[in-house]
C-alpha cells in the first residue's frame, strides 16, 4: 500500500510501542503522551485501515488477528528507520569536511593535520579546496579556513592570522640584474600575475601608487602556492604571503627582498556554522587549532 501524506505515521509509532508494552497506559509513559492521546492515536489508525488492532479488556489490552499481522512489520521497520539513522549520525560524526583554499591547505594544514589524527583517531579528515567561499546551506563543509573580515552572519569565527604580502622570488632571479635592492628592481624582471589587485596596493605602500602593471602579461596559476612553485623556478617574481613559506626562505630556494608588508584589510579566519558549536568533532577541530596557532583569538 502506497502510503499518502495524510497517512497517521505517528499512530504506527504509537501503536508499535503499545503492541511491544501490550498496554497503553505504559505506551504512554514511554512517548510522554497521556493514555487518552494513545488510545486516540490507535483509534486512527484503526479507522484508517479498516479494521480492529487492538481487544480492549478492562486493565488489559492484546492484538487482535490484524494487530498480530502487524505489528512485527511496523517493528520491524522503525527498528530499519533507527538503523539507518543512526548509520548516518556515525559516518557523520566520524568524518571532518574542513573547505579551504589550495594555499592554506598545503602551506599550513598539511604540515598537522597528522598531529589533529594521531590525538583523534576517531574523526577521519576530508579537504575540500576551493577559492570560492563555500556555502555552508548547499555544501557538505562542516568547517572552513576563509579569507575576509570575520562577519558572515550565521557562522562563528575565530581570528587565524594576519593577511599581508610581500614580493619574493628565486635568488638566481635576483641575480641576473645584479640584485633587488629598491621597489623599482621588481619592474626589470617578470612579474608572476601582474593581474593580482595585490601588485598595486603593495607598490602603493613602498611609495610607488602610480605603477601600471595592465600592459604586462596577465596569468592566472589559481592559488598563490603554485605561484609560490613558478617563483622557486625562477619563472619571475610572486606577491605572497611570507609566514607560507618560511623553508623556502630558510632554505635559500626564495628571498624576501623588501621587510615592507602590505595588507588589503582581510585576514584569515576559521569559521563554522554557529548552530553546530557544540558538534564533538567541530570542537575538537577548534581545540586543535586554538593550541596549533598562536595568534588563534575568540
Known sequence: MKLSRQFPLNALHVFEAAARLKSFTRAGEEMGMTQTAVTYQIKLLEEHLGEPLFFRRPRQVTLTPAGERLAPKIAEGFSVIAEAIGGMKDQSESTL????????????LAHHLGTFQLENPGIAVRLETSQDMVDFTRAEADVAIRS?????????????????????????????????????DILKLRIIDAGDPW??????????????????????????AFEA??????????????????????????????????SDGSDYWFVYPQARRNTRKIRAFREFMRKSMPTFRD
Open 229 to 262: 612553485a613558478a617563483a622557486v623556478a625562477g619563472q619571475g617574481v610572486a606577491i605572497l604571503k611570507p609566514e607560507f613559506y618560511t623553508d623556502e626562505l630558510a632554505l635559500g630556494r626564495l628571498i624576501q627582498p623588501f621587510d615592507l608588508l602590505a
Open 199 to 224: 601588485w598595486p596596493m603593495w607598490f602603493a605602500a613602498a611609495g610607488m601608487p602610480d605603477i601600471d602593471l595592465k600592459a604586462r602579461p596577465i596569468s592566472r596559476y589559481g592559488a598563490q
Open 97 to 108: 569536511v574542513i573547505h579551504t583554499t589550495a594555499t592554506f591547505a598545503t602551506r599550513w
Open 148 to 184: 575576509g573580515k570575520g562577519e558572515w552572519p550565521g557562522l562563528k569565527s575565530h581570528f587565524l592570522m594576519k593577511s599581508h604580502f610581500t614580493p619574493m622570488l628565486s635568488p638566481a632571479l635576483a641575480a641576473t640584474i645584479g640584485g633587488v635592492t629598491e621597489p623599482a
